[in-house]
Every structure is written in C-alpha cells, then in structure tokens.
C-alpha cells in the first residue's frame, strides 16, 4: 500500500517536469496556493517585510522587485530577486551581479547579471544565490497555509 501512494504521488511530480527538491539547473522557485492572488500578494510582502527586506512593489502586475543583497560567501556579488503572483502561485527568481570592475588596458568593465541557479557543490556562486532564494520562500511559504513550493529549471 505504502508503495502504491508513494508511486501515484511521485507521478504527476515527474510527469509535470518539476521537483520538491532542487535539481541540478533548477532557476525558478514556485509557491502554489488555493488563495487569490491578490491575498498572496500581500502574504508575500507582508512577510517579506516583516523578515527584514525592502522592494519595490507594482500592484498591478502583481510584481516586487528585491532590493540587492549581498550573498553571504561571495559579498562581491549581489542579488537581485523579483517575485511575481498569477495564477494562484508566487514565482521567485533572481540574478547575480559582480561589483567589481574590471579594467583591461585602460577600460573598464563591469561583468554582466546572470540567472542563480541550483548546482551541485559548495563553492558555485549561482548555487549560493538559489539558495537565499530558497530562504526567501520559505519565509513566504509560512505565511500561506496549505502552500507547496516546486522548483523549476524554466523560468
């Protein structure tokens, strides 16, 4: 029996291409919920803020914008995370920039943003800024009853 649930439980998970647990590429982190969005909304934000962070909200897009955070291990890059609510479920995702400048036969350049993401070891910039991520819906996720967080490698 207990092999019966577990097999018709894991199916629609594996069938819809997403996880409960990161896996190697995942970039986007979902949080499903029965409530409206409007209501999620302002869980999130009203969570988020009570956790310590600060973001520009657009109410009719449903949409916050994460003011940059340094990552703990790598303070040089920041992350900038953006949430966004549609269809019953909150969507985070997030970039990392590096502030420092380079400069290479008298120019200087700035590094480009690239997308965070779940990878494998301890020492891979992207994977540290997956996992603040991760620490962001979580705070979220307890402020939503009944919520269920998926990851995703498609954003």
């Given amino acids: 029996m207990r092999l019966l649930f577990t097999v018709l439980f894991f199916i629609p ?4 291409g997403q996880s409960l647990e990161p896996t190697k590429g995942d970039k986007l982190i979902e949080i499903r919920a029965t ?48 949430l966004s609510v549609h269809n019953n479920s909150i969507r985070l995702t997030g970039n990392l920039r590096n502030t420092i400048r380079y400069t290479l036969g008298g120019a200087s350049a700035e590094a480009d943003s690239f997308p965070v993401e779940y990878r494998r070891g301890n020492t891979v910039m992207q994977r540290a800024g997956f996992l603040q991520l991760i620490e962001m819906a ?10 269920v967080i998926t990851y995703y490698s498609k954003p």
Avoid: C, H
């Fill in 13 to 16: 998970v594996i069938l819809a």
């Fill in 35 to 82: 409530q409206p969005d409007s209501i999620l909304y302002r869980l999130a934000g009203r969570s988020l803020l009570n956790a310590g962070y600060t973001f520009k909200a657009d109410k009719e897009s449903l949409t916050m914008f994460i003011e940059e955070k340094p990552l703990r291990k790598w303070p040089s890059y920041l992350l900038t995370s953006q």
């Fill in 138 to 147: 979580a705070i979220i996720q307890k402020a939503i009853t009944g919520s």
